[in-house]
């Protein structure tokens, strides 16, 4: 049985109140792991230790140190890569082939900012003669990373190199439900020869983030979340004005015109909606098809549906595993239903696949739901699961204004061949990101993150650096006389 402990100030310690919560595997309810369950106070060690670290030596360390340390980070996950990717799978159900390229895009990450680093030399500013100008980036301190079960590792790294990168300390809380590769991590990190308190872990709930977020001695959130909790987070950060990064849901349109590749548009309709069973922030569950090629759409989907493999995320075989709770399962129950009363016709799915294998455990049919309207709660609402809503558009104009129609701005995509009407849509869907004729490619090179209520700033790219960065002016006047403003 696995046992996490938390990891504060360079040790390995357990909870105050030495708490635990049993680690559940999503595939067969079984317990998989004893995590350490922290409570407020451990918070505040961490975040004390991480001040001390942050106002000592960790300070002085040069850009070049910080790059290397970076790079070996990833030689460490290249290293460890198929346990890392054993261990997601096992906690979160996603398929063993999903966790494994989850793996690659971490070390990626880590070398992408390990570049973007050492690259970082500021800016020296045309002055006077006798006034050196300079602009600087400097780390902006004390970091609470707090972040979710759907992407654990994935999600960690995104903060974690650029924070580490730019010279700043850090605390991370994971999801308690998806604690053990972040626990991993942390072991792999306690391996490298970082002073006490660069890096902590605090694994636990709700009110250990919460900790982070009022903290007047953390300098900056960043949150991978849903919006409940990303509205507190925020809140709670006014205390000392802190910095604040919110990666948070979304309801993210895969619209398909008429003359589309329907061939590549229908198979990608399945990638978008049921990869890690729909549990994406950018998941494109909202699927609006052209009225001329809907039902003939739909029918090719409804053919596709039942052929999917569902199953052990570790069987080769499979294609889509369980979902991660049972919370999120009966959620997303409850959304199938809420869909039917409102009028959406069943076209498959909307269940728990029938046979004893999946008796135990959070499984979920991969849904279809057609005749959705743009007022339906199902077209509206993050459902975060293996579901499909279709509905139908008749023009171009008809299909943007219902797929801008949301709170939500994460991600968006537009099938389509006509390059004029593909650079219109991209351009006036108001979305972080718009993709054409494809679903899901991010890369740390581009910006992650979401317009309206989907965020507040960007990760990955370079400003998913500068995030992590105070800007400072320093001004040295080189040859100072009495200016003789107010007279002699
Ligand atoms: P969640 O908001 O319930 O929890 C996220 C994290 O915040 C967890 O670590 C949780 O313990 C912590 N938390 C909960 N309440 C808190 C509070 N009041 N103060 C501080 N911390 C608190 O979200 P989840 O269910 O774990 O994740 C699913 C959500 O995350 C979905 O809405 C999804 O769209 C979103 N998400 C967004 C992105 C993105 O890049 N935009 C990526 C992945 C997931």
Not at 206 to 214: C, K, S
Not at 297 to 310: D, K, N, S, T, Y
Not at 437 to 445: A, I
Request: hydrophobic share 40%; with cysteine; glycine share 10%.
């Amino acid at each position: 049985m696995i046992q996490t402990q938390l990891y504060i100030d360079g040790q390995w310690q357990s909870p105050i109140d030495q708490g635990t919560r049993a680690i559940v595997s999503p595939a067969d309810e079984t317990v998989i792991a004893q995590a350490a369950e922290a409570t407020r106070a451990d918070a505040r060690l961490a975040i004390a230790a991480a001040r001390r670290a942050f106002d000592g030596p960790w300070r002085q360390t040069t850009i070049r140190d910080r790059a290397r340390l970076l790079n070996k980070i990833a030689e460490l996950i290249d290293r460890d890569a198929e346990k890392l990717a054993h261990l997601e799978s096992l906690n979160t159900g996603k398929t063993l082939t999903e966790s494994r390229t989850d793996m690659g895009d971490i070390a990626a990450t880590f070398r992408y900012f390990a570049g973007l680093v050492a690259s970082e030399s500021g800016a020296v500013n045309e002055a006077p003669h006798h006034v050196i100008s300079r602009t600087l980036r400097e780390p902006v301190g004390v970091c609470g990373l707090i972040t979710p079960w759907n992407y654990p590792l994935l999600q960690a790294a995104w903060k974690i190199a650029p924070a580490l990168g730019a010279g700043n300390t850090v605390v991370i809380k994971p999801s308690n439900l998806t604690p053990l590769t972040t626990h991993h991590f942390t072991q792999l990190v306690a391996e490298l020869d970082l002073p006490p308190g660069v890096f902590n872990l605090v694994t636990g709930g709700a009110e250990v983030g919460a900790e982070l977020a009022e903290s007047t001695d953390v300098d900056l959130v960043s949150f991978t979340g849903g919006a409940f909790a990303g509205e507190s987070i925020m809140k709670a950060a006014t205390g000392n004005f802190k910095r604040i990064g919110l990666e948070l849901g979304g309801k993210n349109p895969n619209i398909v015109f008429a003359d589309a590749d329907l061939d590549a548009a229908v198979d990608y309709a399945l990638n978008a909606a049921f990869f890690h069973a729909g549990q994406v922030c950018s998941a494109g569950s909202r699927l609006m098809v052209e009225d001329s090629i809907y039902d003939a759409f739909i029918g090719r989907l409804a053919e596709r549906l039942p052929r999917i493999v569902i199953g052990n995320g570790f069987h080769g075989e499979t294609q889509m595993g369980p979902v991660q709770s049972a919370q999120q399962h009966e959620k997303i129950l409850g959304m199938v239903q809420a869909g039917i009363a409102e009028g959406a016709r069943l076209v498959h799915g909307g269940k728990r696949p029938p046979g004893d294998v999946y008796k135990r455990g959070y499984w979920l049919e991969p849904t279809l739901l057609v005749d959705v309207t743009a007022e339906m709660k199902i077209a509206k609402e993050e459902i975060f699961g293996p579901v499909i809503t279709a509905e139908r558009f008749r023009s171009e104009e008809e299909a943007l204004r219902a797929a801008n129609d949301t709170p939500y701005g994460l991600a968006a995509a537009v099938w389509t061949r006509d390059l004029d009407k593909a650079n219109r849509m991209s351009r006036a869907l108001r979305f972080g990101t718009v993709w054409v004729n494809d679903y899901h490619p991010y890369f740390p090179e581009a910006p992650w993150g979401g317009y309206k209520a989907s965020g507040i700033g960007r990760e990955l790219a370079r400003i998913g650096l500068d995030e992590y960065t105070e800007l400072k002016h320093s001004y040295i006047n080189l040859a100072p006389k009495a200016m003789g403003w107010f007279g002699a």
